[in-house]
C-alpha cells in the first residue's frame, strides 16, 4: 500500500514539471505558475524515484541539472520581473520563463525549502563523473548565495519576506512553526549566516502545553510539525529548549499527531466523519471559495487556509496527505487512519493518489460519499507524502541529509546535541 502511495505521489513530479527547465507547478490547475516548494520536493523525489525503480539515474540526473542550471542563471535582481534577489526566490515563478508570478512575495521558507532540496541533490550525486560533479557545484552556489542575514534588517528575529514594491513583510518569524529548516539552513551557511540570536529569539516565543491531555510543544496545524522533519533528522537531538522538557521535536511530533486524533475523537465542533481513524487538520484546500464568505447551515467554510487542532480555525476540512506524513511519528495510528481514508475511495481516478483534502460536513451536491473534495492537487502535498512514506520505511531522505556538512553545522550552531549528531564528522 505505502509503495503505491509513493509511486503514485511521484507521478506528480513526472506530469507536473517544465521539461525545459524543471520548474513544478503548484497544483493541478489550468495555467497554474511553479512553485519554489514543490521544487525542492521535487529535487528530493527524484533520488528516491532512483531508489524505487520509479526512474532511471539518468533520467533523474538530466532533470535535476536541468532545474539547477535554470535556476542558477535566473535573474537575480531588485527587478519585479526578476527571479528572485539576494539567493532567495519569490514563492510562485511562471512556468515558461520562471520570473515573478501574481506580484508574489520574495519567500524566506519557500526558499528554505528549495535549498533542502538542492541540497538533497547533492548529497545523492555525489558521484566523480561530470554531470554530478555539476550537480555538486550548481548546488553549492545556489546556497552560498543566498545571503540570510539580510532578513535579520531589524533585529535578531527573521522576516517573512521581502517584495520590491513594499520592501520587508511587517511579520517575522515567531511561534513553533515551519521554519526550523530555514533557520538551520541560515544558520549553517557559511557565506551570509544568521546569527544564533535568531534562533534563540525564535525558540524564545515557543508555547510548551497541555492539549487533550498532552503535553507537547504546541502548534495547530499538522503540516508544522513535520515539514522541516522531511529533511531533518530530529531522533535522539536536543535543543536548549527541548532539553529543558526532556524531550525532542521527532517525540514532540509524535505528541501532535496523538493530539490531532485525539481532537478528532472528541469532535468538539460535530463534523461528519471526525473520529479514531478520520483526522488530520491542517493548511489544506477548502470549500469556502463555493460558500463565498457566507455562512452554509449555520457553519462558516474557509479556502486555502492554515486549519489547526484547539486554536482553529476548523470547519470540517481533513487532508488526507497530512495523515501520511505523520507516519514516521506514529505508525501506530496513522497506518489505520491511511487504510481508513483509502477505503473512502478518496484516492482512486486520481492520477497522483488522494487528492488534497475533503469535507463531509459541507453541503454539496457532488456525487461523493464524502461531501465536498478538493478538485486539485498540490506540488507540496504530494512530496511529504511521497518523502516521509521512504523516512519512515529506509530513512533514506534523512540519511542523505545526515551527510549534508551545511545542516551538521547549523544543528550545531542552533544548539543542537546527541543522537547522531554527536557521531557527525566535525
Known amino acids: 500500500m505505502l509503495r503505491d502511495m509513493q509511486h503514485e505521489s511521484f507521478a506528480y513530479f513526472v506530469h507536473e514539471v517544465n521539461s525545459a527547465n524543471g520548474l513544478v507547478c503548484d497544483k493541478t490547475a489550468a495555467n497554474w505558475p511553479a512553485s519554489i516548494a514543490a ?15 520509479f526512474i532511471t539515474r539518468a533520467q533523474a540526473l ?31 515563478l511562471d512556468m515558461q520563463t520562471g520570473r515573478r508570478a501574481w506580484d508574489c512575495e520574495l519567500s524566506s521558507i519557500d526558499t528554505a525549502l528549495l535549498i533542502a532540496g538542492v541540497l538533497a541533490a547533492r548529497e545523492y550525486f555525489s558521484g566523480e563523473a561530470v554531470d554530478e560533479r555539476e550537480v555538486g557545484d550548481l548546488a553549492d552556489a545556489l546556497y552560498r548565495r543566498v545571503d540570510w542575514e539580510w532578513l535579520q534588517c531589524d533585529g535578531p528575529a527573521v522576516h517573512h519576506g521581502w517584495t520590491p514594491e513594499a520592501g520587508f513583510l511587517p511579520w517575522h518569524w515567531r511561534g513553533y512553526d515551519e521554519s526550523m529548516i530555514l533557520h538551520v539552513l541560515g544558520l549553517g551557511s557559511p557565506t551570509h549566516p544568521l546569527t544564533t540570536q535568531a ?29 522541516s522533519q522531511v529533511w531533518l533528522d530530529l531522533r535522539g537531538t536536543r535543543d536548549a529548549f527541548m532539553r529543558t522538557r526532556d524531550c525532542d521535536y521527532f517525540e514532540n511530533s509524535r505528541r501532535a499527531t496523538h493530539v490531532q486524533q485525539r481532537y478528532a475523537m472528541r469532535n468538539p465542533h460535530r463534523f461528519a466523519m471526525y473520529g479514531e481513524f478520520c483526522w488530520g487538520i ?44 505523520s507516519l514516521p511519528f506514529a505508525p501506530d495510528i496513522v497506518l489505520p487512519t491511511i487504510e481508513n481514508l483509502r477505503r473512502l475511495q478518496l484516492h482512486t481516478d ?32 504530494e512530496g511529504p507524502t511521497l518523502l516521509m512514506i521512504e523516512n519512515h520505511l529506509s530513512d533514506t531522505v534523512w540519511r542523505l541529509m545526515r551527510g549534508c556538512d551545511y545542516l551538521v553545522a547549523g544543528l550545531r550552531r542552533a544548539g543542537f546535541e546527541g543522537g547522531w549528531l554527536d557521531a557527525a564528522p566535525r
Open 282 to 325: 491542517t493548511a489544506s484546500d477548502g470549500p469556502g471559495a463555493r460558500a463565498r464568505g457566507q455562512q452554509v447551515a449555520g457553519r462558516t467554510y474557509y479556502d486555502y487556509v492554515a486549519r489547526g487542532a484547539r486554536d482553529g480555525p476548523d470547519d470540517g476540512t481533513l487532508a488526507p496527505w497530512a495523515v501520511v506524513a
Open 39 to 53: 521544487i525542492g520536493m521535487a529535487l528530493t523525489a527524484y533520488p528516491i524515484g532512483v531508489e524505487r525503480g
Open 350 to 381: 486520481n492520477p497522483f493518489g488522494f487528492k488534497a483534502s475533503f469535507n463531509p460536513t459541507f453541503p454539496t451536491d457532488r456525487h461523493h460519499a464524502v461531501g465536498w473534495v478538493s478538485r486539485h492537487h498540490f506540488g507540496i502535498n
Open 199 to 227: 534562533y534563540d529569539t525564535w525558540t524564545s516565543t515557543f508555547e510548551w502545553t497541555r492539549v487533550e491531555d498532552i503535553d507537547y510543544l504546541h502548534a495547530g496545524p499538522l503540516f508544522i510539525h513535520q515539514m
Open 62 to 92: 538530466h532533470v535535476t541539472l536541468t532545474t539547477l542550471r535554470f535556476l542558477m542563471a535566473s535573474e537575480q535582481s531588485e527587478s519585479p520581473a526578476a527571479s528572485g534577489y539576494k539567493g532567495f526566490f519569490y514563492h510562485f
